[in-house]
């Protein structure tokens, strides 16, 4: 069993910036691949950044040089630092994980998620 837990989400002004962490828990050979995730109400979920096994990074064009995937030093936290942040990037933002499907795929694991409003 695997537990992410989102946090960072809040309110932010245009060109602001926030970093979201997603911590895990439970069986670490199940979060090889992550990524985050988002969603705005009406809306299809978006995939928005994704960490493959070898470190590997992927970013959706809406985001690209503006926000950035990463890991802790642990491995036990993903972290997604945005910046120039718009009032398109408002959604929830979800961590998602994987032992297997890296990238943009339909992952097995999801937190419940933090919102970010920007104005």
């Known amino acids: 069993h695997v537990q992410l837990v989102e946090s960072g989400g809040g309110s932010v002004q245009a060109g602001g910036s926030l970093t979201l962490s997603c911590t895990t828990s439970?069986?670490?050979?199940?979060?090889?691949?992550m990524a985050w995730f988002r969603q705005d109400p009406g809306k299809e979920r978006e995939a928005v950044a994704a960490?493959?096994?070898?470190?590997?990074?992927i970013y959706a064009d809406s985001v690209k040089g503006r926000f950035t995937i990463s890991k802790g030093n642990g491995k036990n936290t993903l972290y997604l630092q945005m910046n120039s942040l718009k009032p398109e990037d408002t959604g929830m933002y979800y961590c998602a994980a994987d032992p297997a499907i890296c990238g943009f795929g339909r992952l097995k694991y999801y937190g419940q998620g933090t919102q970010v409003t920007v104005s």
């Open positions: 439970g069986d670490r050979s199940s979060t090889g691949c």
């Open positions: 960490y493959g096994r070898d470190g590997r990074t």
